[in-house]
């Protein structure tokens, strides 16, 4: 059926090309529109306008359509394209937009409880304070985090929040510290992308048979498989900040001084975990940068990160 189709446009594309004036030398000229306004008389050439270029002129080609459909058809998979971008957006921007309500939620609930303390009243903030929150919380982010929210991987209690599969003897823990922000409560920024990070390992866990753990010993997330850790991941706010922790765990490569003070030192205390838990797989996040590293253990409390792939993510 479609031979037949073909067919019929090349003979109504001959047609009309045959009927079409042709100037009397030269070649036709090209209009505004980009089509030509006749017929080519010179020998053949690669830019001569042939009934295939006519056709193309007629009915301009778009990725993945026949040549021959008409204009009417793909302007209705244009609206179809059109409106499925529309739905993308929207996947992300509703819940990205049920955070922000969740968000003042919290605000306000943190606003009352520390103001019953009677230490200082804290009264809701404006809207230059939600702002400024929400400028420093993407849209995707904040989609992420209204996801685990709605799948149960982060469970609400008021200001403050648990996780799904957490340990009785871990949380809650505080979106928000009892100091002031912008006129506001100090948000605890790192939490906001450790938690939509163990909203996404959750389900990375689920595909690979994987057990997450939030918070395993001085790491932020850890994926075991059985007795073993696949998987550790510390995550920071800022990029600048991730970049500065890797180059200082990579400076205890060489050896490990398991006895050394570590307080205060947060690259010293991720080089002793990785030695004392011996991970395969070491990845940094944060925002709009992941660092991911195979991790080689040459000798008694040695280890080295090599740049890699991680096969599970």
Not at 100 to 125: F, H, K, V
Not at 236 to 264: C, F, P, T, Y
């Given at each position: 059926?479609?031979?037949?189709?073909?067919?019929?446009?090349?003979?109504?594309?001959?047609?009309?090309?045959?009927?079409?004036?042709?100037?009397?030398?030269?070649?036709?000229?090209?209009?505004?529109?980009?089509?030509?306004?006749?017929?080519?008389?010179?020998?053949?050439?690669?830019?001569?306008?042939?009934?295939?270029?006519?056709?193309?002129?007629?009915?301009?080609?778009?990725?993945?359509?026949?040549?021959?459909?008409?204009?009417?058809?793909?302007?209705?998979?244009?609206?179809?394209?059109?409106?499925?971008?529309?739905?993308?957006?929207?996947?992300?921007?509703?819940?990205?937009?049920?955070?922000?309500?969740?968000?003042?939620?919290?605000?306000?609930?943190?606003?009352?409880?520390?103001?019953?303390?009677?230490?200082?009243?804290?009264?809701?903030?404006?809207?230059?304070?939600?702002?400024?929150?929400?400028?420093?919380?993407?849209?995707?982010?904040?989609?992420?985090?209204?996801?685990?929210?709605?799948?149960?991987?982060?469970?609400?209690?008021?200001?403050?929040?648990?996780?799904?599969?957490?340990?009785?003897?871990?949380?809650?823990?505080?979106?928000?510290?009892?100091?002031?922000?912008?006129?506001?409560?100090?948000?605890?920024?790192?939490?906001?992308?450790q938690v939509a990070e163990f909203v996404r390992f959750h389900r990375v866990a689920a595909a690979h048979d994987f057990h997450l753990i939030f918070e395993d010993d001085f790491m932020d997330?850890?994926?075991?498989?059985?007795?073993?850790?696949?998987?550790?991941?510390?995550?920071?706010?800022?990029?600048?900040?991730?970049?500065?922790?890797?180059?200082?765990?990579?400076?205890?490569?060489?050896?490990?001084?398991?006895?050394?003070?570590?307080?205060?030192?947060?690259?010293?205390?991720?080089?002793?975990?990785?030695?004392?838990?011996?991970?395969?797989?070491?990845?940094?996040?944060?925002?709009?940068?992941?660092?991911?590293?195979?991790?080689?253990?040459?000798?008694?409390?040695?280890?080295?990160?090599?740049?890699?792939?991680?096969?599970?993510?």
């Open positions: 059926m479609l031979h037949a189709v073909v067919g019929r446009c090349d003979s109504q594309v001959s047609d009309m090309a045959a009927r079409l004036p042709r100037p009397a030398g030269g070649r036709g000229r090209r209009a505004p529109n980009g089509r030509y306004s006749g017929i080519d008389t010179e020998p053949p050439r690669a830019s001569r306008l042939t009934e295939r270029g006519l056709m193309r002129s007629l009915w301009p080609r778009r990725s993945g359509f026949s040549r021959c459909r008409r204009s009417s058809y793909c302007g209705e998979n244009a609206r179809i394209e059109r409106s499925g971008q529309k739905n993308e957006e929207i996947a992300i921007t509703a819940p990205a937009t049920d955070f922000d309500n969740q968000l003042r939620e919290w605000i306000r609930a943190a606003c009352r409880d520390w103001s019953a303390r009677g230490l200082r009243t804290w009264s809701e903030p404006g809207p230059d304070y939600y702002a400024a929150v929400i400028q420093r919380l993407p849209l995707g982010l904040r989609a992420l985090l209204m996801s685990g929210l709605a799948e149960g991987f982060v469970i609400s209690h008021g200001w403050r929040f648990t996780l799904k599969d957490l340990a009785p003897t871990k949380g809650p823990y505080r979106w928000f510290s009892e100091r002031e922000w912008q006129g506001g409560p100090h948000p605890n920024w790192e939490y906001f992308i997330l850890a994926l075991y498989q059985g007795e073993s850790l696949e998987i550790c991941v510390e995550v920071k706010e800022r990029a600048a900040q991730l970049r500065r922790l890797i180059a200082g765990i990579r400076q205890h490569e060489g050896g490990v001084d398991m006895a050394a003070e570590d307080r205060g030192h947060d690259a010293l205390r991720k080089a002793k975990y990785i030695v004392k838990h011996r991970p395969r797989y070491f990845c940094g996040v944060a925002l709009g940068i992941r660092m991911e590293y195979r991790v080689d253990y040459p000798r008694d409390r040695a280890f080295q990160l090599a740049e890699d792939c991680i096969p599970a993510l």
